[in-house]
């Protein structure tokens, strides 16, 4: 299974962007794709995540109310729109899916985010 993220880039604060990530390879039962991010000296943190079955969405806290998660399940991509970005946002951004609810099994190679203050 290969992930392909994009959409990162620089933005000034109050900017928005629209990260998107595709599945490609085997065939497999997608349970939930979500999004991460890492920024320098720090451990990766969730972002967001949506099922494939039922689009429930999920999101931390610091993102709640800019950040909207969505899917296209025909495409097998995820989307996340990012408006109101602050400049805490700045991290590489991942994709993963999970296949059960036990946890993500497939990572994206991740992608540049940066916030100008």
């Known amino acids: 299974v290969q992930l392909q993220a994009s959409g990162g880039g620089l933005v000034q604060t109050g900017g928005s962007l629209r990260l998107s990530c595709a599945a490609s390879?085997?065939?497999?039962?997608?349970?939930?794709m979500g999004w991460f991010r890492q920024a320098p000296g720090k451990e990766r943190e969730f972002v967001a995540a949506?099922?494939?079955?039922?689009?429930?969405?999920d999101y931390a806290d610091s993102v709640k109310g800019r950040f909207t998660i969505s899917r296209d399940n025909a495409k097998n991509t995820v989307y996340l729109q990012m408006n109101s970005l602050k400049p805490e946002d700045t991290a590489v951004y991942y994709c993963?899916?999970?296949?059960?609810?036990?946890?993500?099994?497939?990572w994206g190679q991740g992608t540049q985010v940066t916030v100008s203050s």
């Open positions: 949506i099922r494939w079955s039922g689009g429930r969405k």
């Open positions: 390879g085997r065939t497999f039962s997608t349970y939930a």
């Open positions: 993963a899916v999970a296949v059960t609810s036990a946890g993500y099994d497939y």
